[in-house]
């Protein structure tokens, strides 16, 4: 595992952990007191839930943390019967040191409501003995009673900033070639995602480059799709469509991603009115079709076709 880079660049410590700063303030407090309450841990993917339960748990036990420690995910098919199984055999015998031991799990919400209230009877039951924490996407879909048992921290999207600055650090212990430019770039194309940003960075390879990066995104650059509209819009219909394969092809991008991609393009062109919005009525008509499920090469090319139209005139 060590060689998945969001494994081995994974922060040990809460004082490591990038952003989150009010919570990691709080879940600090609860170390020093050497307690903590049940817990949820509430937000978007790759912004540090698991991180932080796992880097509470190193806070608090140091050492023998992992035999304090059980994780189990929500997901799992084989459902709450399990949990109820793993966490019985886990919390029966009392943590080493005389405190208690957690009990982390993961995507909570794809339990269904019976499961869920099955589970807070597990964890009344097991009360003194363990303290839950539960991660979650959706705070809205855990039943209130587990959500009045526990203190609810709700994490927000790592800023581009921090993304940066946590890629710059493994940058330097990866030794990889890149500039500031790429890694602006990166953080972009992962909305805050950090577990994303992580796996674009070492998707793109030693030798960085703008196309490597947005390969590695499944994306493709801003300019291409720019390219292709404006040989369109001069008129050049079968290079457009060359341009379009390519796309589609080469770089595997879904019609979805590419409309929208081509209705941002159009709308930051500078173009007179009597153009533009012809335009975007037919980029929004291919949008429509293509939401029904039409067949996207076809879409897309009738588009470029009627782009070209557009432009003649
Ligand atoms: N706040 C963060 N600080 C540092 N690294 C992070 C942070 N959030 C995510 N990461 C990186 O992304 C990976 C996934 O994070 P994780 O905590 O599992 O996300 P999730 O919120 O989906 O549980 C981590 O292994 C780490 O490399
Ligand atoms: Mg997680």
């Known amino acids: 595992m060590e060689d998945v880079w969001t494994e081995k660049y994974r922060p040990k410590i809460l004082d490591d952990i990038y952003g989150q700063i009010f919570i990691k303030d709080r879940l600090k407090f609860f170390v020093s007191k050497g307690n903590i309450p049940h817990c949820i841990f509430s937000g978007p993917a790759g912004v540090g839930k698991s991180t932080c339960a796992l880097a509470l748990a190193r806070d608090i036990f140091g050492e023998t943390w992992q035999s304090n420690f059980l994780e189990l995910n929500g997901s799992d098919e084989r459902g709450i019967e399990t949990i109820r199984v793993k966490v019985k055999d886990f919390a029966r015998t009392r943590s080493l040191d005389g405190k208690f031991k957690i009990i982390f799990l993961d995507e909570a919400d794809a339990l269904t409501r019976d499961a869920q209230h099955a589970l807070r009877r597990i964890m009344e039951k097991y009360s003194r003995t363990a303290r839950f924490i539960f991660s979650c996407n959706y705070l809205n879909r855990i039943i209130s009673p587990i959500q009045s048992r526990t203190a609810v921290f709700r994490f927000k999207i790592i800023n581009d900033d921090e993304i940066v600055s946590k890629l710059q650090t493994i940058v ?41 990066i947005y390969n590695a995104a499944g994306s493709v650059e801003p300019e291409y799709v720019k390219k292709m509209v404006t040989t369109a819009l001069a008129g050049d219909f079968n290079k457009a469509r060359t341009d379009l394969n390519k796309i589609l092809m080469d770089y595997g991008i879904s019609g979805d991603d590419i409309i929208k991609q081509i209705h941002e393009s159009v709308f930051s062109m500078e173009l007179s009115n009597e153009k533009k919005l012809p335009l975007l009525e037919k980029i929004g008509e291919c949008e429509f079709r293509l939401i029904e499920g039409s067949n996207p090469r076809i879409q897309l090319e009738s588009l470029l076709a009627q782009i070209s139209m557009i432009g003649k005139k």
């Open 172 to 212: 330097k212990a990866e030794t990889i070639k890149t500039d500031e430019k790429s890694l602006d770039i990166i953080a972009k194309l992962s909305n805050g995602d950090l577990r994303k940003a992580v796996n674009i960075l070492q998707t793109a390879g030693e030798n960085i480059s703008k196309e490597s």
